[in-house]
Structures are given as C-alpha cells and as structure tokens.
C-alpha cells in the first residue's frame, strides 16, 4: 500500500487529465475522507462526482488494501456506469503501471506481488439492477433456474393478460374511482391503455415503498377497489414466480430476500466497499438493500447525489431519503459510525453567467428551500466569463419562433455567427473553428413530442421540435429526436408495419374478428393505407417482381419462385426482415435501426408469451386465422398504442450534423455547449390543461399516489412533511434546474412571449415564478405599467 | 465567441470474445445488425442450442459438486406439450433439460422443431453421461469470468480512429488445474488428451476449457484457427487475473461430436477426403468401415465413445508468447469494429461501412441476406433482387 499522503501527488504524476489541474480541495476532502465514517456527498452540477467517485474507490485499493473485486459502484443508467468504469480501469492502469515502474523507496517487501495482484477490471460496477441479475444469476442453488428479467413491454402483456383481465380490472367502476387521482389530468383514465399504466405504477410502488399489503387493503377508504390490486399484484407475482420470470422491481425484491436470507453470502463476504452514485433517485427497497448490505458486512459507504437534480418521483424515487441520509442512517444503524457530509460545489462545466442564473433560480421559492439538504451552498463556477449572458428568444406564436430559432442556429453553425450586443458590445456567437455542428447544441423541453395532444376532430398542434424539423429540413439538416414521436407515427415505420399486416392478413378480415379497442383500429388501419400508398410507389427492388406482387403473394399464401408448399409455420420477424429489402431507411440508417430495434424486440418478447410465438401458422385450420390474430393482438396493437419504447442507447453516435432534441431527464447529466430551453412554446393561454406543467394548482397524479400509499409503508409520513401540491412544485423547480445547468458557454430560454408580459397571467416556475405566486422577473410599478416585465435576467434576442 | 465542440466521453467499449469478435469474424454485417443494434435472429436456432447445451452442463456440474449423484445419469425428457414424467430425480438430464428450457423460452428461445430438441437432449446426454465424468472431476472452478484490457491498436494514417486507446474483453471459462488432473485416473480422456498433446507437462499449471455446441472444424476452416486464437486469449486473459497459474493448454469440447447428425458426417467425410481432419478413424477400425459406408439418409453409425471423444476434445498447448500473439489478433479485430463504427459515425450510414464476409453456411442462415450487397461468395457483382415470398 502507499501513504494516504501520496495518494493525490501519485494521481498526479501518474494521471495526465490531472497533472494540469489537481482535484481541487474540496474533491480531495471526499477522496480522503477514512473509509470507517460513512460518507455522504452533496454534488451541485459540473462538481466533477465522477473524478471523486473513481479517484475514492482507487484510493481504497492503493492505500487502503481493498481489492477491486471487494469494491461495488453503483449507478443510475448503463451510460454512467460504463463511463464509471472506463475511468477506473483508464486511471487505474495509468497508476498502476506508474507505482510498477516506479516503486516508492519506502515500499514494504511484498509490494511488487501486492501491486501484480491489482486486477482493475474487477470492479464491480453497474447499476443496481444488473448486479442484482448478476449475482442472483452466478450465486443460486444448483437447482434454481436462472432468473429471467422482462421489461416494459412483455411485462405488461404478461400483467394484462394474467392479472389484470382475470381479476376484472377492466370491469369495475369503484376501481376506476379509485385510480382517477393518479391519472395524468386527474380525470378518469380515458382508455385501457392509461388504467394499465397505473396498475403498473401501483405494483411497482407495492414493491419499491415497501407497501404493508395487508394494511393497505384493509383500508377503509376504497377498500373493494385496494383488494382487487392487491389481488392483481398477487396474481401477478404467481404467473412470473411460475415462469422464473422477474420485473425490475421484482429483481430487486429478491436481491434483498436473498441477502437477508444469507444466500448471497459469497458476495457479501467478500464485500469491503460500497460506493453509491445518484443517491437522490434510491427507493426505499434500494435504501433497504444498501444499509442491509453495510449491517451484514461493515463495508465502507460513500453515497453521492444532488436533491436538486432528483426527477425521477415518477419512477418512485425518493429524495427524502437523501435529504435526511444522515438522520435515516444513524436509527437504521445506531452501532456504526455516523455519516458525515462533504458538498461540492465548484462547478467546471457552466460559465459565471449560468452558474449565477441557475443559482439564482434555485434559490428563488422561499418555500422549496425546506425541501433542500440543509445547508445548501451555492454553486461557484470555475470558467471565466466569455461575456455572453443568459440570453431569451421569445416570439408572438411557435411559427414565428421556430423561425427565429431557426436562422439563430443556422446563423451560428453554417453562417458566420450570430451577433448580440452587450453592453455596447457586439458578441458574435460562432461554432468551434475546428469542426463545430449541430451536435454541439440541444434542444431541450419537458417532452420532445412533435404533436400536441389531439382533441376532438381539429389535427393535432405541431409543437416546436416538429417546427424546428421541417424548417432544418429544409435546408438539408436533420434534427434527432427519437422519442420525439410515437413509432406509430414515423411514416417508415408505418410502411413498414401496414406491409406486414396486409401480407398477413388482406382485406383486415381477421383483424376485424379481434377485439382491439379505436385507437388500435385507427391506426393499422391507417397504417395499411400507408403501405398500399408505398407500394404504389413500386420500390425498388423491382426485378424479378414487385413489393405489390411479394405482398400479393402472401396473402395468397402462393410461394414465389420454387415449386413447393407453402411452409407450415413461419417467424414474424423474418417477414419483417425480408421487407427490408425495400425501405432502406430502415437498413442504412442509424436512427432507422433504432425504431426497426424497437419493432422486432416487441415482436421477439411478444413470441414469451403470446400463443404462436410470433410465428404465422399456414394450413392447419383455425391455428391459421389464430396466429394472425395473436400477433395483431400482441404486437401490432401494443405498438399502435404507443406501448413500445425505442431505446436510443443503441444508435452508438448522433452524427455531429444532426441536431440533437431531448427532454430535460434524457438530459441529465450531459453537458453542451449550446443549450436552448423551451420554457414556453406551448403556452399561448393560460389554460388549464397546461398549468399542472408550469404552476400547478393542485397536487400532480404522483403526488397523489403517494399521499395514497402513505400510511402504508414506513416513507409515508416523511413524505407527508411536505403536502403534495408543494411537492409537485418542488420537482418542476428541479426539472429546470436541472434544464439551466446543461450548458457551458450559452443558455437560451425561448418560448411564445405571453409569459414576458408584465400582466402575464402565465405564471412558470421556469419564468421566476414562486410557489406563493411572486414573480422575480417583476418589479411592481404604478400605473401605467410597462408592456413587458421589467426586472428579467435575460439578454432578449 | 466561440463554442466549444461538444465532449465525446472517452468510453472503454467492451467486447465478449465469442459474442463480438468472433460473430464480426464470421460477417461485419451480420455483426452490425445483430450486436450493434441488437435486432434478434428470426429463427434463434444455433442461440437455444448453444444456450440448451451451456445450461444443461453448468446445472449438471452444479449438481454434480453439491450431491454427487453416480453416472450414467438417468435422461427421461418431457415429451412435447405432456405433462413431465412422475418419480424424475433431480439428476435426472430431463428434470435439468426442462429447467433449462423454461429460462429460454422466458426469453423468447424455442428449438426449432422436435428434431433439434430430441438431437439437443441426446447430445446433452452424451455430454453428461460420457463426457461428465471425465470432465467434472477436473474443474476447479466453473463459469470464471475472464476480463482485461488492452490497448487498441492505433489506426493507420487516413483512417478513422478508435473511439478509445483501450478495450475491455471478457468471457466465461472453466477451469482444471494441474492438482485436479494429477488426481484422476490416467485412464481420464481429457487428462489422456491433455498430456499428449502437451507432453512434458510439470509443476503449477492450469488448464481451460470450453464447450461449443458445434462441430470440430475441419483444420482449413476459419474458425479453426479463431478458435486456437479464442483459447490463447482466454489463457491471457486468465493470467491476467491474480492468483492464477501459468496456462499450459486450453481444451475445447466440441458437443456435436458426441452425438453427430447428418450434416456433421458429410462435412466431416469431405474433410478427410481433403485432408483437412486432424481426427479421423483408426484405419481398419469399426468406426472406419461405418463412416467409409454411410451416405447422406443412412441412419446414423453408432461411432464408439473413444472416437467420439477423440473428436469432441481438442486440446491447444498454450505458452506466454503464444498467448499474446492470439491475443494482438483479436487486437486488430477491435481495430477493424472500431474504425467500422468511426466511419458510420462521420457518414451516417451503414452498409457501406460493414464488410459482409459470411462463409455459405453462415450466408444461407443470414436474416440480411436479401438485401446484402455483397453475399457469399463475395464477387463483388451481386445484383440484389427481390425476395420471394415468404
């Protein structure tokens, strides 16, 4: 081992992104704190947690004779752990390879074979959920099955059809009664789809809070309705125990099962350190995992995360648990030593400007400051200025927005900058001499739809990112915003899917025998006339025949080009395949592939559980029509109503001439050079339907749920200490804090200019706007009073 | 003012030797499609044999170490859409096989047909009840996982390059050591096979080993020799890890060849009739007479279990200098995937970046082979027609 007092000069010297500039003394602080007290970091944004997670755990091994294979990092996402990872095993080496060449004078005997016995690829890292399988996986009784995860999509085909149809979900009017709180708008679920989702939720919830059931069911309030869910979550677990099939939240459950029962003992043995990223989005199941794990072991904790940055409540999320980490800790574990707190706060990502906007936001609602760790200091930036302030592009409507923004970016990233004038200055704002792009900008907004919801007959409102599309596109830039529409509504992918309906099923005639609801109906069918359209284009290939005669050929069921039968049975997903031969978007394309992904994952996972596997049946009586209308029902459907997810982790790069578009939580944790906020393109009007995304009247679906499960599980009252409408208020102010402090160099607000009236009626928390309803952005002056608010921050442009 | 460029994070890739580099090996493409963008295989057939084979063996060892139960193994399968037969023991290959294959089918895996099930539980049995007791006594420890890091090569002048100065590669081996071997009988066959191929064998060593659900290449095809270069690269990822010992040889078991189908018998008759088999029947023997005398819709021989074990076991001697060469192999591999995805990235498409490069066999199972510019056997003049129906 090395001296605790060389470790710094050693990472220095050995670390070349170190030799310029040294973690600073707060980082350093965090890296040396004793690895005996639990401890507990406070990170502001562009702190550098990484650089302090990676350096502690490496310091562990190097001074404090951990191995990594004792040392476990967890984090949120697969991306951040494998950047985690990268760096231990980079700065690892890097140190290793130094102390090898470079043995300290004052190094015991032994050092050589202690130092060769450093493996760096053996810290265990990742997110919670892929150590779990790990582990559950490598440490089971000869006997056990190895568990197998479903997700999303087959998990909830498998909850539809084998707890939620058998236990009558979709027939109960008191259910329905019950679960209209934790709807998106408050108002009863509108389809099946909806109620689905939160039944989802409420299971998730069951296992992640910790719910007392028994408790939970034999409330008064509701209590037929409470029964049936919890008949559903039992029925549910039946049909997955059965199949030796876990959710994610059911992986977690057994993890911690497993743990306690002493069955992971392997692991736990051999455990010395516990190091734990995002620590602000732990569920009390997480929290119940980690502290079990450092009651069993004595392992040294390190917990890292920022309240203000936590959005994930939705996903059951706790930040009360980070915010009173300390108190939790010491009732949990009195006989252990008590954490201690450290904050970082100098940020290296945002220059001075930002930095003092975002604080500035942070600090602004007196009455989100309870909700914060206490104290909070505030955030320092590093940077020099570069002169250029928060900056506010605001137009009368979206149209003319898009527009502006448009020419602003063009003019930045093809033209020879965009000028603004500070301070009697004039500051052009250029791409990067050396190949700046699109790429060096993002879009962000709290949702990248392109189309606003339809309502009634009128076609749906063309939102921003769909603005910005077309006018890019129109001078040859594509945008990249995956999510940004349904599958079901990127026209290759309804080629694509309306072919493969009408080669399995012509004329809809079986789809029309099966029981889908309107939403479903309207889109394969819409689907479909897409397809006819397609190939009435006559594709190529179109030699030795056409994509008309391929599809013709099918739904005859008459083999082209060789004399035999057709074949009994046969993949869904090969007949997709084989249309690709048409489409090449969905062949050559990167972000093709991402929806194609998406597509033939459904397809694979739906052959789990739906009764022909995906495949087509030919010629064997009612199997036929039977398999043509599984795969209508279990995978056409589900995609037509929006259950299918694209995972855009797979596309390995966005190509830098793409600009990107992402909501604020994809966002979480990137950084950019340009960041544009749309804090008010949707709103025109002070309309209700919107005001739950900017200043919500009353508590928020998730609020609501969790004042609902409170008096069932231990979380419950802690969450109570704050009501549910200043809870919804304090995870807007968070999803724009998190928005504000993405940038490096420039931040743009953008939006329709109704909310910088001085009269607005379009209060936002993004504007200033604070829970009592003071609006910062405001100096009040007598009549008659200015047209535009008087008192913003922003550089309007 | 100038913006800066928006920072790439600098992530170690990391590649499973079989799983990557070997399935890039066989096709770019394919490769592209089917890892890159993780599209599943239509017809996962080669998937639920290998993963049937895999799981059938590590719960059978699993079992074997905690209660020992006395070869041969009874194997009573459940029979297709039946109930599991009443009174199977645990050991039973057939309690073990329907374990197994619940796992797949949660994931979507199902045999093909009832042919390749019936195939896949002969072979899991042969592999248990013949190959077990020689194999079983001599692990030391299962399913390690191997993992290090090495540096990517640096791309040559014009090219793109890497996303990263290093690569991380895994993979899971079983491992002997010399203590097990010296333990068993000298009539073990793989302890037998082991020391003659690496005669002279002394001192501390280990040995790892490897299950494929396939055949015994034929010593002219590829992946005769990506499979020495996957064994030398195992041995160096192995020594990589601390308190291993020096890798004398690496051993891999070839399953098909305990319980060959029809295919595997013509491949194996052209490889003897070129040359191309290192292993091939005593001349005389009954094996001889029954391979020289089988033709394609012949039932097939009842091969003797010395043969068939000679066939299934193939043994790589393995030294220091060995084990790096494999490995700087697979080093340009990465390379080539690496600047692969660089030129994707700055053009914004695909195929022309993935050199499609898939023997026959590989091609003719290909879910891309309709629109593959350039199929086997790569002429470069390919002219892409439309598929038929179906």
Known sequence: MIPLNDFIPLVRTAVPRFQAHSPNAQQQTCVLHTPTTPLMIVAGPGSGKTTVLVLRALRLVFVDDCMPEQIVLTTFTRKAADELRSRLIEWGLRIKNHLSANTPSNSHAGFAHWLDSIDINRFVTGTLDSIAEELLTTHRNPTDPVPVLVEGFVGNGILIRHALFPNQIHNDPQLDSYVTPFTFDGKPAWNFGDKVNICRTLLDRFVHDLVDLHHYQSSESHTQARQRMVACANTYRQFMSDGHRLDFALLEETFMHRLLQGRLQRFTDNLRALLVDEYQDTNPLQEHIYLSIVQQTGASLTIVGDDDQSLYRFRGATVELFRDFQPRFIQRLPQQPQPQLEYLTANYRSTPPIVSFFNTFIQGDPNFQGARVQPKPHIVSQLQSNGVPVLGMFRPDADQLADSLTSFLWEVFRGSGYPITVGGQQISITRDANGGDFGDAVLLSHTVNEYATQFGNNPPRERLPRLLRTRLAARGTQVFNPRGRLLRDIPVIQCFLGTMLNCIDPNATIQGTATLRAEAIRYLNSWRQEAVAFAATNPTPSSPHTLADFVQAWQSRTVQGANMHWPPEWPLLELGFKLMSWIPMLRDDPEGQVYLEAISRCIAQAATFSSYRSTIISGQGVHAENSVRSAIRDIFAPIAESSVDVDEEIMPHVPRGRMPIMTIHQAKGLEFPLVIVDVASDYTMNHQRNRFRRFPETPSSVQHMEDDLAPFCQIGPLRLSRNGLLRSFDDLVRLYYVAYSRPQSVLLLVGVDNCLQYKTKIRHVATGWDSNGAWSWRTQVPNPVPALVNNHPLLLV | ?390
């Not at chain 2, 003012?1 to 590649?15: C, D, F, K, S, W």
């Not at chain 2, 080539?336 to 499609?356: F, K, L, P, R």
């Not at chain 2, 350039?374 to 038929?388: E, K, L, Q, R, V």
């Open chain 2, 1 to 390: 003012m100038a913006l800066g460029r928006m920072n790439t994070r600098e992530v170690i890739p990391q590649y499973s030797l079989t799983g990557d580099l070997l399935s890039f090996l066989r096709c770019g493409l394919q490769y592209r499609y089917h890892n890159g963008s993780a599209l599943p295989p239509s017809r996962p057939v080669q998937l639920w044999f290998g993963e049937f084979i895999h799981g059938v063996l590590e719960s059978a060892f699993r079992i074997w170490s905690s209660a020992n139960p006395a070869f041969p193994w009874p194997s009573n399968p459940t029979d297709r859409r039946q109930p599991p037969p009443i009174g199977r023991v645990a050991h039973d290959i057939g309690t073990i096989g329907d374990t197994v294959e619940a796992t797949l089918r949660a994931q979507g895996k199902n045999s093909r047909s009832h042919d390749v099930r019936e195939n896949a539980y002969v072979r899991a049995t042969s592999a248990v009840n013949e190959l077990g007791p020689h194999l079983f006594p001599l692990i030391s420890a299962a399913e390690e996982r191997v993992i290090g890091t090495r540096p990517i090569p640096s791309s040559a002048p014009g090219q793109p390059p890497p996303r990263s100065a290093l690569y991380e590669l895994h993979g899971i081996i079983d491992v002997l050591t010399n203590v097990q071997l010296g333990t068993v009988a000298t009539t073990n066959s793989i302890r037998h096979t082991i020391q003659a191929g690496c005669p002279g064998l002394s001192g501390n060593y280990e040995v790892i080993v490897d299950y494929k659900g396939s055949r015994r290449p034929a010593t002219t095809h590829a992946y005769w020799l990506q499979h020495d270069w996957q064994v030398h690269t195992y041995a160096w990822l192995r020594t990589r890890q601390p308190n291993s010992l020096p890798v004398a040889a690496g051993v891999l078991l070839y399953i098909n060849e305990l319980a060959p189908v029809s295919e595997d018998l013509v491949e194996l008759k052209r490889a003897i009739s070129n040359g191309s088999a290192d292993i091939v029947p005593v001349s005389g023997s009954q094996d001889a007479y029954q391979l020289s005398a089988w033709r394609p819709g012949n039932a097939i021989p009842h091969f003797s279990l010395p043969f068939r074990l000679a066939r299934a076991i193939r043994v790589i001697p393995v030294n220091a200098s060995s084990a790096v060469a494999a490995a700087t192999q697979f080093d340009q591999v990465v390379l080539n995937i690496e600047q692969c995805v660089a030129a994707e990235a700055a053009s914004g498409t695909i195929m022309q970046h993935w050199d499609s490069c898939g023997d026959a066999e590989s091609c003719a199972a290909c879910d891309f082979r309709h629109f593959c510019e350039d199929p086997h056997p790569h002429t470069g003049s390919h002219a892409i027609s439309a598929p038929h129906a179906p």
